[in-house]
């Protein structure tokens, strides 16, 4: 019977030989697979991705409410509910109130 080291060195070779076949095995995938797109004129934007290079769609914004106070290197916040921007909670900490930064 092996010994659990021996296992562990035989799985990792498998495991080696297994991503060496998988990349083998990718390459001629995207091969196949653009010759294809070529062959029927089939484009990213068809399969339902972004062209390549496309523009993405911007982020939504975090926040509708309008801003109520600014921070002390320009940072915003509506002062909604939710978890206290990190510039809040050290104003607090450092015992100021938080009216002083009022826009």
């Given at each position: 019977?092996?010994?659990?080291?021996?296992?562990?060195?035989?799985?990792?070779a498998l495991m080696n030989q297994a991503e060496q076949a998988r990349k083998?095995?990718?390459?001629?995938?995207?091969?196949?697979?653009?010759?294809?797109?070529?062959?029927?004129?089939?484009?990213?934007?068809?399969?339902?991705?972004?062209?390549?290079?496309?523009?993405?769609?911007?982020?939504?914004?975090?926040?509708?409410?309008?801003?109520?106070?600014?921070?002390?290197?320009?940072?915003?916040?509506?002062?909604?509910?939710?978890?206290?921007?990190?510039?809040?909670?050290?104003?607090?900490?450092?015992?100021k109130s938080i009216e002083d930064f009022r826009i």
């Amino acid at each position: 019977m092996a010994t659990y080291s021996e296992l562990m060195a035989q799985a990792q070779a498998l495991m080696n030989q297994a991503e060496q076949a998988r990349k083998n095995e990718l390459s001629s995938a995207i091969a196949d697979i653009k010759a294809k797109m070529k062959q029927y004129g089939i484009t990213v934007a068809d399969l339902g991705g972004a062209a390549a290079g496309g523009a993405k769609k911007p982020a939504k914004s975090k926040s509708k409410a309008a801003a109520k106070y600014k921070g002390p290197n320009g940072e915003l916040w509506a002062g909604g509910p939710g978890r206290k921007p990190e510039w809040v909670r050290a104003v607090l900490a450092s015992g100021k109130s938080i009216e002083d930064f009022r826009i």
